[in-house]
């Protein structure tokens, strides 16, 4: 994800390094260092818009628990997630109108969207589809590693790759756990899986070889006094 845009800030940096080099090697054609100079100035605006958009996707140094409506901050990540997975995958979300408020920092949020989608996109390597949706969700039943019951917004991160063999599946929250060798470094299910125990919340996988992977992240709602009769 961070490869395109690390890319970008090379390339900005190279344009104004090459600039003053430039300018420095006309000192004495102030017409030359005028365009040099001019165009390093470009490359500051361009990092610096550049900046400026990373800094909206992840706004909050430290962790700033709110009320927030998960739709809304899929919304503003669309753009981040689509330009980070390329051309070659289509990013659909099918968001609920109804659902609840949650109670979380939309920095970790994002992270946890950011790893799911980035293992999604890595799981189709010739391209694909993932769906990301909301809903209301009620649980009423205890069950032994389920949510607790109680109302959630459940949030679906789905991919129709290469899926998982349930003995990759048994590890996949534990730290460092990777398949990828180099590239990967194990942390990003045992983020998500940190952050939604860390709201008391839950995340559940389920996979199959060769028909994909569907992430089930299960968001606490925040009560309003409201009656529903949602539940199911
Ligand atoms: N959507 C997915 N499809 C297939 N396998 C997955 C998916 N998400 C995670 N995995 C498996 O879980 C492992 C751990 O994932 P993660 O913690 O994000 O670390 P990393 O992506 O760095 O390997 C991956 O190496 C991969 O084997
Ligand atoms: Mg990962």
New binding site residues.
Partial sequence: MTAGIVHDFRNILAIIGSSLTLAERHLGDPQRIDAFIGRAQDGVRRGTKLTAQLLTFAKEPDPVTRVRNLNECLQKLELFLNSGVGPEIRIVLQLAPDISECLLDQAQFNAAIV??V???R??LPKGGTIEISTERWAINTVTVDGPRPGRYVRLQVK?N????SPE?ARR?FDPF????GER???????QVSAFMRLINGHVSIA?ELEV??T?RLFFPAVEADEDDDTSR
């Fill in positions: 790893n799911l980035v293992n999604a890595d799981a991919d790759g290469q899926g998982m990759v996949v756990f990777t398949t990828k990967g470094t194990g942390l990003g299910l045992p996979s994909g992977t992430v």
